[in-house]
């Protein structure tokens, strides 16, 4: 069975930095693709990040442009989202996602097969 387990959430002030992680196991990241999504009270599902564990290409949303990382390890099929500079409206939680043939459009949610359970992310003011 394929299970995607996404940590590292918290309560941290604006300013400062947290990683997620997102382990997966009963599938290799190889010749996917790993999305980081997220999802506030009364909001839609927005994606966050994305990674091409076959080219190692990556997007992001323009409103964590230049404070967010992803990267992922392939051979330990891990993929992480590096926040830095953070603000109370990225309070969310997160997901992370995979995307089996790699094929999809970034954003879009319903692209992605498998998910994991969500890690919260508060910022506080």
């Known amino acids: 069975e394929v299970q995607l387990q996404a940590s590292g959430g918290g309560l941290v002030q604006a300013g400062r930095s947290l990683r997620l992680s997102c382990a997966a196991s009963g599938l290799s990241f190889d010749d996917h693709a790993i999305g980081w999504f997220r999802q506030a009270p009364g909001k839609e599902r927005e994606a966050v990040s994305y990674?091409?564990?076959?080219?190692?290409?990556?997007y992001y949303a323009n409103s964590v442009k230049g404070r967010f990382t992803i990267s992922s390890d392939n051979a330990r099929n891990i993929a992480y989202l590096q926040m830095n500079s953070l603000k109370p409206e990225d309070t969310a939680v997160y997901y992370c996602a995979i995307d089996v043939s790699g094929l999809g459009i970034w954003f879009r949610w319903d692209d992605y097969d498998y998910w994991g359970q969500g890690t919260l992310v508060t910022v506080s003011s």
């Open positions: 990674i091409s564990s076959s080219d190692g290409s990556t």
